[in-house]
């Protein structure tokens, strides 16, 4: 991918990556640790997931697959959609989403917006072969020209964070990194930067924050798929075991739920000033959780996966918040440890 990315490359594909890693002055006060933030909600398409759509992109143009007018198909929870969009848009190709419909109407409408062909299909167990994935490989399948992104089973996508997100951490930080924090919905954040900073100093942490519902935390502690309860939280969680989270090099997990989601989410925007979704809320209360459990003195990196504005229906609606048994009453730091 780093030849791939060559300075003949311009517009919005050049935009993607090298993104700032924010502090978040008053966990890291309150933990004594450096907590630190990378802001993926700044990327074009306003989240992590524009990385692997670049990077996606160019291989397949690189490998022949992808020619002028091609079609780029993909099932996504939305940001690999709006990344993929829009860079495609800015390339000359069209491309096909298959989205399931319990994600935010934002994101479903963004992706209209750009352009997109969109399917909103029934939310299935992935064994069933209506499952957004496989809908999207049938599509991809069956057009000339076209494409499967297929960010769950293709490489490019840890190799993107591999090749970028890892090293920019190792830079930003002079390499003082105790502690790398980062949920998975592919598992390619977490495997490729991960494999980057253990392979630049083996004693870097790696703690994966996992929500409700999703089998990994289990899988971590146990060597055992399994899942119970549920989460707001999107594009995050996997219920079984994809290759991009295979071999993922993860010393720990920590479990979030719903109600550390919505404390930590009001905290960032009325402490830290940043108005994120729901994996950032989850990532950043796993960060502190594991700055706490650290002691002071540590250098902890984390996601800021995407912004708010993708869920003004939802965390960031009191009545929906409201019907869900959450509100936005401020906890001090108690839920850090409630
Ligand atoms: N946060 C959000 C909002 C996402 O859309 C995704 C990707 N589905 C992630 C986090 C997780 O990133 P990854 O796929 O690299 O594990």
Known sequence: MSQMLNSSHTGAIAAVGNTPLIRLNKLSEHTGCEILAKAEFLNPG?????????????????????????????????????????????????????????????????????????????????????????????????????IFADQFNNLANRRAHYETTGPEIWAQTGGKVDALVAAAGTGGTISGAGLFLKERNPAVRVVLADPLGSALYSYVKTGEL??????MAEGIGIGRLVPNFEGAPVDDALQVDDRALVATAYHLVREEGLLLGTSAAVNVWAAARTALAMGPGHTIVTFLCDGGQRYLSRLYNPVWLAEQGHSAASTGFGFLTD
């Open 46 to 146: 306003g989240s992590v997931k524009d990385r692997i759509a670049r990077a996606i992109i160019l291989e397949a143009e690189a490998q022949g697959r992808l020619k002028p007018g091609g079609v780029v198909v993909e099932g996504t929870a939305g940001n690999t959609g709006i990344g993929l969009t829009m860079l495609a848009n800015a390339r000359g190709y069209r491309t096909i989403i298959t989205i399931p419909d319990n994600q935010t109407q934002e994101k479903i409408d963004f992706l209209r917006l750009l352009g997109a062909e969109v399917h909103a299909v029934p939310v299935v167990p992935f064994a069933n072969q209506q499952h957004f994935c496989h809908q999207a490989r049938r599509l991809a399948e069956g057009l000339p020209n076209a």
């Open 226 to 231: 399994d899942s119970d309860g549920d989460s």
